[in-house]
């Protein structure tokens, strides 16, 4: 008798974190403006020259996510903009990694510059 | 109570027992993570972002390995994968922006190291200049005993150089020997100033009729031209005119007026003559 009512609970208990975790998710609001913030601040960065793919992964996802968002897919709209988020920080990650690799490029030219034109100067007759 | 969670037990594990079969999504995102965890450049440079890729990985391994639907492990398997790509992102650009740091003081060093060497540069040259200047000195020194050893006078049409007439035998227009150590010393001394004209006038003293005396002035300029052409200054220099009587030094009523005024009258003018590769044909 124990034993059953026990059983009956534990069942209880398992449906209502069925209920919780699937049927009624939040509205991701959040994550739609942080994907949307991720997206501006991508675009700031050289991402539009430097990781095209990505940024434009980037916005079709928010878009997807706005569209689900509308149709009241509160699971879909939160996976795109979730996916939207780490595409836009992934474009601005290379794309500022692009940017200090040719700033470093542009020092190493500039410095065998100075040190070709330094020791030219040397042996020129001035 | 112990047998209150038996059939959650057997819930999770029936749930477990039907996602058995790998999601590739998962195994990409893992594989990628390990990739990313040896290499040193990303383990150095972008911990904190290896860390959340590492929560991110472990988050998708524990939706799939609880059961979770195919979509969910997918879409917790993309996050991972790019959180992995983004700590290498990172990492590169943290490593570039260290190398920017480093080579910018290269650059610091090099620009300091070029004024350093233009500084000793800058040094040597006046040091050059000082030996140069020293140099020309003791040349000028050396010039001014030349001329002193000649008798040279400096006069408004240049320096003038009076060779005087116990250089010629009477009435003969070629040099004694003993006149040639003051044409070597000036030639050496023409030498040295290349580019300057040079007049070789001769005079005479009255004795004699005026023609002879001109023509004989001229002869004895004319020698003296030669054997400084002899010893190397070029004939387009000199110029060489005879005076013959009509421009005495002093009286030629006495001997000694008469002495002075037979004579080579040697100037080195102040005009230049263009040199030879300047002139025109």
């Given at each position: 008798?124990?034993?059953?009512?026990?059983?009956?609970?534990?069942?209880?208990?398992?449906?209502?974190?069925?209920?919780?975790?699937?049927?009624?998710?939040?509205?991701?609001?959040?994550?739609?403006?942080?994907?949307?913030?991720?997206?501006?601040?991508?675009?700031?960065?050289?991402?539009?020259?430097?990781?095209?793919l990505?940024?434009?992964?980037a916005?079709?996802?928010?878009?997807?996510?706005?569209?689900?968002?509308?149709?009241?897919?509160?699971?879909?709209?939160?996976?795109?903009a979730?996916?939207?988020?780490?595409?836009?920080?992934?474009?601005?990650?290379?794309?500022?990694?692009?940017?200090?690799?040719?700033?470093?490029?542009?020092?190493?030219?500039?410095?065998?510059?100075?040190?070709?034109?330094?020791?030219?100067?040397?042996?020129?007759?001035? | 109570?112990?047998?209150?969670?038996?059939?959650?037990?057997?819930?999770?594990?029936?749930?477990?027992?039907?996602?058995?079969?790998?999601?590739?999504?998962l195994?990409?995102?893992?594989?990628?993570?390990?990739?990313?965890?040896?290499?040193?450049?990303?383990?150095?440079?972008?911990?904190?972002?290896?860390?959340?890729?590492?929560?991110?990985?472990?988050?998708?391994?524990?939706?799939?390995?609880?059961?979770?639907?195919?979509?969910?492990?997918?879409?917790?398997?993309?996050?991972?994968?790019?959180?992995?790509?983004?700590?290498?992102?990172?990492?590169?650009?943290?490593?570039?922006?260290?190398?920017?740091?480093?080579?910018?003081?290269?650059?610091?060093?090099?620009?300091?190291?070029?004024?350093?060497?233009?500084?000793?540069?800058?040094?040597?040259?006046?040091?050059?200049?000082?030996?140069?200047?020293?140099?020309?000195?003791?040349?000028?020194?050396?010039?001014?005993?030349?001329?002193?050893?000649?008798?040279?006078?400096?006069?408004?049409?240049?320096?003038?150089?009076?060779?005087?007439?116990v250089?010629?035998?009477?009435?003969?227009?070629?040099?004694?020997?003993?006149?040639?150590?003051?044409?070597?010393?000036?030639?050496?001394?023409l030498?040295?100033?290349?580019?300057?004209a040079?007049?070789?006038?001769?005079?005479?003293?009255?004795?004699?009729?005026?023609?002879?005396?001109?023509?004989?002035?001229?002869?004895?300029?004319?020698?003296?031209?030669?054997?400084?052409?002899?010893?190397?200054?070029?004939?387009?220099?000199?110029?060489?005119?005879?005076?013959?009587?009509?421009?005495?030094?002093?009286?030629?009523?006495?001997?000694?007026?008469?002495?002075?005024?037979?004579?080579?009258e040697?100037?080195?003018?102040?005009?230049?003559?263009?040199?030879?590769?300047?002139?025109s044909?």
């Open positions: 008798m124990r034993s059953a009512f026990a059983l009956v609970g534990s069942l209880m208990l398992l449906s209502a974190v069925g209920t919780v975790g699937c049927s009624t998710p939040r509205k991701p609001a959040q994550e739609v403006a942080k994907a949307d913030l991720a997206i501006a601040s991508a675009n700031k960065s050289g991402a539009p020259t430097d990781a095209p990505e940024l434009q992964l916005r079709e996802k928010a878009e997807k996510a706005k569209s689900a968002l509308q149709s009241n897919d509160f699971k879909l709209a939160r996976r795109f979730e996916q939207a988020q780490v595409d836009a920080q992934l474009a601005e990650a290379k794309a500022e990694s692009e940017s200090a690799r040719a700033s470093a490029a542009e020092l190493e030219h500039t410095i065998d510059v100075l040190r070709d034109e330094a020791e030219r100067g040397i042996g020129s007759p001035r | 109570m112990r047998n209150a969670w038996m059939p959650l037990a057997l819930a999770a594990a029936l749930a477990a027992g039907c996602a058995t079969s790998p999601n590739t999504n195994v990409n995102a893992e594989t990628k993570l390990h990739a990313a965890e040896a290499n040193p450049a990303v383990t150095a440079h972008a911990p904190v972002s290896l860390h959340e890729a590492q929560t991110s990985v472990a988050a998708a391994r524990s939706s799939f390995e609880k059961g979770d639907d195919e979509a969910r492990v997918d879409h917790l398997s993309y996050l991972a994968a790019r959180r992995v790509e983004i700590a290498e992102a990172i990492a590169e650009r943290n490593a570039a922006q260290q190398d920017v740091k480093q080579l910018s003081k290269e650059r610091a060093g090099v620009v300091l190291d070029a004024r350093t060497q233009e500084a000793e540069i800058a040094r040597e040259d006046a040091a050059i200049a000082e030996r140069q200047a020293q140099v020309s000195a003791l040349t000028a020194a050396a010039l001014a005993a030349e001329l002193s050893a000649l008798k040279a006078e400096q006069t408004e049409r240049g320096i003038v150089v009076t060779l005087g007439d250089l010629f035998d009477v009435g003969r227009a070629e040099l004694k020997p003993s006149a040639l150590d003051d044409l070597n010393r000036l030639a050496d001394l030498a040295k100033e290349p580019r300057r040079v007049l070789i006038e001769g005079h005479t003293d009255s004795t004699g009729t005026a023609v002879y005396n001109d023509e004989l002035s001229r002869q004895r300029a004319n020698a003296v031209a030669s054997v400084l052409t002899r010893r190397g200054v070029a004939p387009a220099r000199l110029t060489t005119r005879g005076f013959g009587e009509s421009s005495p030094l002093a009286s030629n009523a006495t001997s000694a007026g008469r002495q002075q005024n037979r004579r080579v040697i100037v080195v003018l102040d005009a230049t003559i263009p040199s030879v590769s300047e002139r044909p």
